[in-house]
């Protein structure tokens, strides 16, 4: 039986990665934090090895022998008050992640990347060509800690490293228990909390498609490539009108000015860090909001067979995982079947 290791299992893409490949007949390994919440995990047969991404003895342990390595860990916030926790996490991480599944020798490694590391197109969707001129051009510091994980990754390639990289849009759908901040939108949305939307564009993926990119990344990628998992190209306001329509909740019918969502996001930005809060709104994000995020999936197709279900399917499926499992506080109407919230 192959074996594959996983980190970021607990997390959402990497549960759904997970109990694809035990759906393949894989052995997995996986590595989760002391402590860390294992929800996602629970009930399935997997070799939980406690450590971080900086736990060098405990990666060489989990490493031996795989077939795949998949590293899906990263530190996922648009915000934070220390901006230095991602750059160490997602580069620093990565980068002892890759040459530790090098070194045990491992067939492939596959790098979960990000759109955040490929540059928006204005007008269009944007492939694997376009690239970043520098780190400057990059908005925020997560899309920058991405963007620099990435171009390790690359760079450890070149010198040999059997490492592809797959870059997933903004998945959605089961398991995204933090939530992501894509999911939180869902869940924000379903909860009557989103009274306007702002112009802007993001490409929706089902996570299980996003997830099953990553296998078909290291069964079929080419070493030193990059692939675009995406799905469809929404408008904002299109997204909130499919989950009304699935769910009956009311879609936001005022667009609010980029010009006062960038005011409203300063004041909030400097609330939060004058008072240690999150912020509603972080200045990042409606930065972000100011380019539409649209991608073009066009390669992964072609090289990996990569397929992806339509946006309305994965969102529908993301509402009922959020109701289902206690984050949605009031009833909600699932395809004309009214139901009551699950107690968190």
Sequence with gaps: M??????????????????????????????????????NLKDLPVEIHEGDLFSVDVLKGALRGVRFAFHVAADYRIWTPDPSQLYQTNIEGTRNVLEAAAAAGA???????????????????????????????????????KYLAEIEALKLAA???????????????PYDAKPTPTGRIVVD??????????????????????????????????????????GENLRLKDLFDILSEETDVPA????????????????????????????????DAVRMARHYMWFDS????????????????????AARWFFENGYIKKPLRLKGRIQDPVAA
């Design 159 to 173: 010198r040999g490293l059997p490492i592809v990289v797959v870059n997933p849009s903004a998945p959605i759908g």
């Design 298 to 317: 066009s390669k992964a197709a072609r090289e990996l067979g990569f397929k992806s279900r339509p946006a309305r399917e994965a969102l529908a499926a």
């Design 107 to 145: 067939e492939r490694i596959i790098h979960c990347s990000s759109v955040a590391a490929v540059r928006p197109i204005h007008g269009k969707p944007a492939d694997e060509t376009s690239l970043y001129a520098s780190e400057r051009d990059v908005i925020g510091h997560y899309k920058k800690s």
């Design 189 to 230: 949305f379903l909860n009557g909390r989103i009274p306007s939307y702002i112009d802007t564009g993001l490409n929706i993926v089902g996570v299980q498609d996003a997830a099953r990119g990553h296998l078909l990344a290291a069964l079929k990628g080419r070493v030193g490539e990059r692939y675009i998992l995406g």
């Design 2 to 39: 192959d074996a594959a290791f996983v980190t970021g299992a607990t997390g959402f893409v990497g549960a759904n990665l997970v109990r694809i490949l035990l759906a393949e007949g894989f052995l997995v390994r996986v590595l989760a934090r002391p402590g860390s919440p294992r929800g």
């Design 252 to 283: 936001p019918r005022f667009k609010t000015p980029y010009a006062a969502a960038y005011a409203f996001a300063c004041l909030d930005t400097a609330r939060a860090k004058l008072f240690g809060a999150e912020p509603l709104a972080p200045i």
